[in-house]
């Protein structure tokens, strides 16, 4: 394995040789960090939450959204799609103080994979149950999709 990895280097290195004229050059401590020069994700879901043009411009529409099937006896998922005319706000905003409200306690926790973020809200035995899943597109974070089973 640790001969694999270097030869992967020597191959890249001897690629980045052979090209220089026609190669931008990239600083080499960018390459384990790839989101060194992207959106804040943090900063992205407050003016996401705030401001419903940036919201709009930065959903991917139309949005597949997986639902229980009220229907189906035993609320099975179906796939259904948002267009950008039929969609509300969403608000990501959240305080500890939700956890503790008289109703509809929830808490809410984002996990970050590479280049996508998945915000995770669970409610406190009452039902709630959404993940939000957004991607890094050009340095730019997007919602591409999202599950709600709550109910």
């Not at 930065?58 to 609320?75: G, N, Q, W």
């Not at 957004?134 to 974070?141: C, G, P, S």
Request: charged share 30%; glycine share 2%.
């Amino acid at each position: 394995m640790l001969f694999s990895c270097n030869q992967s280097k020597e191959k890249k290195e001897s690629v980045l040789d052979n090209n220089k004229d026609n190669v931008n050059v990239i600083d080499s401590s960018l390459v384990d960090r790839p989101d060194e020069y992207s959106e804040d994700f943090n900063t992205f879901v407050e003016k996401f939450s705030r401001e419903e043009r940036f919201q709009m411009q930065r959903i991917k529409f139309p949005i597949s959204v997986v639902v229980p099937d009220s229907e189906h006896e035993a609320m099975a998922s179906m796939e259904e799609k948002i267009s950008r005319y039929d969609w509300e706000q969403l608000d990501l905003t959240y305080d500890s103080t939700y956890l503790t409200r008289p109703y509809d306690q929830y808490y809410q926790v984002v996990r970050y994979k590479n280049d996508t973020a998945i915000v995770e809200i669970r409610g406190i035995n009452n039902g709630i149950y959404a993940d939000y899943y957004f991607a890094l597109i050009d340095k730019k974070w997007y919602l591409v999709t999202l599950y709600e089973a709550s109910f």
